[in-house]
């Protein structure tokens, strides 16, 4: 089974001028590995990002299909929804805005997937929040991360 797991997130003026070196790091930097696969669209910056970042033992699949046993269509669903909310919110105005950091946790964390079964991925990656308003616990844990850090 393939675990979508929204790892790093990167704003891009537009998708002809977009640093996927940049992004394909902070991804490997929050895994702390490679990943064994990479699904991508049909951008051709991703192949060279790929190789350069992830090296030969990452498998990169460049898939624009919608049907088959492999494809990017989580992923196409997850932009849409960002666009979604960037059209509520008149764009997203900065680079270094935190509403796409909070829409990550809530995909990860809060959010029930259908494709899960009703989990969140982070649950389905064993990654336990407890507690009955996850929001509050997510928080309280961010909060006593960034404590420990300082």
Known sequence: MILEYWLASDIADNKFHHNTDNLLELTKKQ????????ITDG??????????VFGKDT??????HLKGDMNNNKMERLNGTIRDREKVFRGLKKMDTPIIEGMRVYY?????????????PSEEA??????KNKWKTIIS?????KA???
Do not use: C, E, W
Request: proline letters at 2%.
């Open 108 to 120: 990860n964390f809060t959010k029930k997937h259908g494709a899960l079964k009703g989990k969140t």
């Open 126 to 131: 064993l990654i336990k929040v407890d507690g």
């Open 141 to 145: 844990n961010a909060s006593l991360h």
């Open 59 to 64: 498998n990169h699949v460049r898939h624009i």
């Open 43 to 52: 951008l051709q910056a991703y192949m060279k990002s790929s190789k350069k």
């Open 31 to 38: 895994a702390g590995k490679n990943p064994r696969i990479f």
């Open 148 to 150: 420990n850090l300082i």
